[in-house]
């Protein structure tokens, strides 16, 4: 927009106009910073790995969970980053469901991969946790299959 274009505008939309530059320009600085997180996630998890090889520890499931856990978090982490993009590209609406809708399948596996009973006080609180997580990724899926059948033209695509 030029300065002529902005001097005819009323102090609201110049006002307007500002606020939506300051807030594209905080959705840009929340994209790199994703991406940072996730380029030091991966270098993280190939020293993990490195360092589990060294030491013989490759082959302990638990050592092994852990990677998919790292590796799904940082999955996790790239469709954040996506559906920021997707905000700060004004993309449609449908986009930005469908990669909300992933991140959160992505999130609900990770947590039922480490899922350990172990870790809950009871037998009860165990099965209260798994019961609401399989109700969770039921309901993700049921999302899931809603938006590809009724949400109109084709699947998630790249742009």
């Keep these: 927009m030029s300065d002529d274009d902005q001097s005819a505008l ?6 307007s106009l500002l606020v939506e530059r300051f807030v594209h320009g905080v959705e840009l600085a929340a ?19 490195g360092g589990a090889v060294q030491t013989g520890s490759i082959t302990d499931p638990l050592v092994v969970i852990g990677f998919i856990d790292t590796g799904l978090l940082l999955l996790i982490i790239v469709e954040v980053y996506q559906t920021v993009l997707a905000y700060v590209e004004e993309n ?11 991140t959160g399948v992505i999130a609900m596996v990770r947590k039922a991969i480490i899922f350990r ?22 309901a993700l899926v049921a999302l899931l299959f809603a938006e590809r059948v009724y949400g109109g033209a084709s699947p998630l695509e790249s742009d």
């Design 117 to 138: 009973t172990g870790e809950y006080a009871t037998v009860q609180d165990a099965l209260l946790a798994a019961g609401a997580y399989t109700l969770i990724i039921f």
């Design 10 to 15: 009323s102090p609201s939309e110049r006002y």
């Design 92 to 102: 449609n609406t449908r986009r930005i469901v469908q990669l909300v809708i992933y």
């Design 31 to 49: 994209a790199t910073v994703f991406a940072l997180l996730f380029a030091v996630g991966v270098v993280d998890l190939i020293l993990q790995i």
